[in-house]
């Protein structure tokens, strides 16, 4: 992870601290999303906020899509100990499908 005052870059990720409440994840196009990168992102999220919880707006990369094992670690406890709550801007049907999930 490379980390640039308030932003740090992952494998396919970038975390960028908005606000005080909000963290943008912006995620590159064409990519599995794993429960490597999850890991990543909550790493992330620690190393800008200190351990406090943020709302994330997740721009998913056009035909990007998670893992069965990245989801589960995402709507887990272990993987929400830093976020109120995730917005996710979506750009197919099949992310649509998997984030209604």
Known sequence: MINSNNIIKTRISTVKLKSEEILQIDIIDDQVFEKKDVIELIDAAYKLGGGKKFKNLINVGEFTVPDLK?????CSKAGSKYKIADAFIIHTLSQKI????
């Open 98 to 101: 998997i984030a209604n999930f």
């Open 70 to 74: 990245a989801i589960k670690l995402s």
